[in-house]
Nanobody
C-alpha cells in the first residue's frame, strides 16, 4: 500500500489549504483513514479521521470547526480541508491508513496505522 499526499504550502493566518492523500495497492473501504501532523520538536499528533464505510468523522479538539475531512471511495482518496489556519497549525502533515479495520478508540493512536505518506509541509505565517 502506498500513500501519496499533496496540497501543502505556505499560507497566511486565516487562510485555507486542502490536502489530499491518494492510496494505491488497496481500496480505502472498509477502513478508517486519517491525518496526523508533526511540528518540529514535537510528537506526531492526531488531526482527523474518517471511516470509508460509514463516513463517520473524528477530529482533534484543536481543529474542530476549522478542518473538514472527507473521502472519495471511488478515487481511493481522502482530503483535509483546512480553514481559518493559525500559525500553530504549522507542521508536516501525514496521511495514514491501517492494515486492519478497528474501533473508534483506536483511531487517534499512531500505532493503529501501518501505512504512512511521505508528509506534506504546511506553513502558516502570522
Amino acid at each position: 500500500v502506498q500513500l501519496v499526499e499533496s496540497g501543502g504550502g505556505l499560507v497566511q493566518a486565516g487562510g485555507s489549504l486542502r490536502l489530499s492523500c491518494a492510496a494505491s495497492g488497496r481500496t480505502v473501504s472498509p477502513y478508517t483513514m486519517a491525518w496526523f501532523r508533526q511540528a518540529p520538536g514535537k510528537e506526531r499528533e492526531f488531526v482527523a479521521a474518517i471511516s470509508a464505510s460509514t463516513s463517520n468523522t473524528y477530529y482533534a479538539d484543536s481543529v474542530k470547526g476549522r478542518f473538514t475531512i472527507s473521502i472519495d471511495n471511488a478515487k481511493n482518496t481522502w482530503h483535509l480541508q483546512m480553514n481559518s489556519l493559525k500559525p500553530e497549525d504549522t507542521a508536516l502533515y501525514y496521511c495514514a491508513a491501517p492494515a486492519l479495520p478497528g474501533i473508534a478508540s483506536m483511531y487517534r493512536d499512531t500505532h493503529y496505522y501501518d501505512y504512512w505518506g511521505q508528509g506534506t509541509q504546511v506553513t502558516v505565517s502570522s
